[in-house]
Structures are given as C-alpha cells and as structure tokens.
C-alpha cells in the first residue's frame, strides 16, 4: 500500500494474536496496566494496538482489547484523518505534523522515550471534536519482539486556559492601553482632530468587548451550551459593516480592506453575531499575514444555492501550515495562541450549519469563506 508518510505495512492477524498471548503472559501486567489513571495501550512494530489497559477502552467505547486490536492509534479514537488514505493512520500528509504517530517513530528510531504534544480532530458520527493531548512513547522488549508502551493525557483544558491568559492578558492589554491612551491625547486635540479619535476610540472599546464576547461563546459552544438566534440580514450590507469595524485595528494600519466588486446583496437567515465572529476571524488572520499596502478584500456571492462569504488575502500560505489550519490550539503567532481557525470552524460548521474552508495558491493568495 502507499503512504504519503509513515509505512502503510500491517501485521497479520496471527502476528497480532500472537502478541497478544504473550502480553497477556506477564504476571500482574493487567493489574499494573489498569491501575494507571491515563489511557495506555502496547504497540507492534507497526504501529498496530496489540494490548489496551480500561482508561483507554473506555475512551473509546470499547468493551475489550479485541474490539480494538489491529487498529493504530488514529484508527481507534476516530481521527477524521485515519481512513482517507488506504493505509489507515499514518499514511496521509496531515500525518506528517501530528505528535502521535511522531512520537511513536521516534521512540522505535531511538529506542528511547519520546514525549511529545499532539492535536487531534476526531469526527464521530459526522461531528467533529477537538484535542489537545500530551503522548508519551517508550520502548518495550518481550520475548525478543519489540514494542512501544503509548499513553495520553488530554490537556485540552490546559491549552485553553492558557490560550484564554493569553488572549486576556496580551491582546485585551494591549486595546485596553490604547484606550488609556486615546483618552491621555484626546484634550489636547483641536475639534476636527477629536472627531476622528473618537471613532478610533470606539473602535478600541469594541475590540476589548469583541475578545470577551468571543471567549465566551467558544466556551458555550464547547460545552453545547450555545444558542442559535437566526435572524434575516442583507449579506452586503453586512460585510461592509465588518470592513468599517476593522479597518481601526493596529493590524489593519496602512493596508486595505476592500469590498469586492462583483459582491451580490442576498437575503439570508443566519445568527449575524456568530456569523460576525466567524468572519472577524477571517479578516484578522488575512490582516496578519498581509503586510503594508497589500489589500484585504471581502466578498459574498450566490455558489450552488447557497450564500457564499469569503475574505482574501494576497499571500500564500506555506504547505506544512496549510495541513494544519483549524486544529485547535495550532498558531504560526507563537505558543499559547491558535484560536482564530478553531472558531471559525466551530462556530460556523456546528452551530451556522455551514462549510468553512479555505483555498491558497502563489497566484490568488488566500481565501477564507464559509457557505451558508
């Protein structure tokens, strides 16, 4: 079979059975096994699960090792990205960034332990869940076979905390101190000059409300506590609101932000805040990858039947950030950051009941757009 990374080889139901008999051999090793709080499971050299202790058959729903032996890791816990290539988990180019089966390679490699942070994108039953989770890889000799003992901790809640300190204490800071400055040199302008700080003054408040409103409906929305409120907008009318919102940001100095030319008015039913926060969003990330005079131009459009909402920037985004776009906690701004795409992703796919995704290219650059 070919693989587009790690190898696609599997390992013959008797090569499997008979790792399991032998595991199962070891005195006391389903009490020391069952006894650890975190998920463990023992993998062939395949990658393949030859033994699960019942944190980890209870994650998965599974009532015993055999409902689960064979399958690597991706495979077991239903990671959207472990059945589109042939060879299972692995095999795809996603693959190539995920912490799991990295790990797993580098402790066969090595033979040493590797630990390592993972993101996970679980789809069950046409839902999609997000994961943060920190794996640890050993190796493990039986009878001459070797194997790895892997184990998982989902630290999904750490990263969002330390995501939300972050959002809290760095970008709300930073619009609550151009507040304070707005206020310090706006006596010491002349008239004209104030009326148009008082527009960029309003625009730094709402950006702090903006940051705690989004914080709050991700934190409802992961806990499916959020509402859907539809109402009828003019698709138009509303991304110029969005443009003129924007264009105050400190990210947004010296480029454009552009309402297409070929943008159509549709009437559509949606929740406009949430479409507001997805859209947000998108033209933030397009702002931060742009740099000083290129343009930002936002568009919608009727595609198939459905309302089209999309943001473009000029600039490419590079192969290995692609595969990786809308994974939780994943950021080319640094650690403890990696919220923008999840939440376009979340609130728009989930809750809008629409398709987000994006196209990249050295010649059109980038877009992001949801269709409703």
Known sequence: ????????????????????????????????????SFASIILDDNRQIVYANDTMLKSVK?????????????EAISCRYAFQEEGGCGTTEHCRYCGTVN???????????????SRIREKVNGSEKFLDIEVTAAPFIHENTSYTIFSFVDITD??????????????????AVGVQGFFELFESLNES??????????????????????QRLIAQAENHELVVNLQPIDSLDFI????????????????????????????????PILLRRVLNNMVKNALEASTEGQTITLATSIVAQKVKFSVQNQKLIPRDIEMQVFMRSFSTKGSQRGIGTYSMKILGEQYLGGK???TTSETE??????ML
């Open 193 to 214: 000059e104030q009326r148009s700080f008082i527009q960029m003054g309003s625009s730094l408040s709402k950006q702090i409300i903006d940051e705690i409103i989004t």
């Open 240 to 271: 110029h609101k969005i443009a003129g919102n924007l264009q105050f940001l400190d990210v947004a100095k010296g480029k454009n932000i552009v309402i297409s030319e070929k943008s159509t008015a549709v009437r559509v039913e949606t929740d």
């Open 365 to 370: 650059g980038t877009t992001f757009f949801i």
């Open 103 to 117: 790990a797993t390679i580098q402790s066969q490699k090595t033979k040493l332990k590797t630990i390592t942070e």
């Open 356 to 358: 987000v995704d994006f």
């Open 62 to 74: 599974a009532e015993s090792v055999d409902n689960i032996i064979g399958k690597r890791f991706g």
């Open 158 to 175: 750490r990263k969002r905390r330390a995501i939300i300190e972050k959002i809290f204490f760095h970008d709300i800071m930073n619009a």
């Open 1 to 36: 079979m070919e693989t587009k990374y790690a190898s696609a080889t599997r390992s013959s139901d008797e090569s499997l059975l008979n790792s399991k008999l032998s595991l199962d051999k070891i005195s006391f090793m389903n009490d020391i096994f069952c006894s650890i």
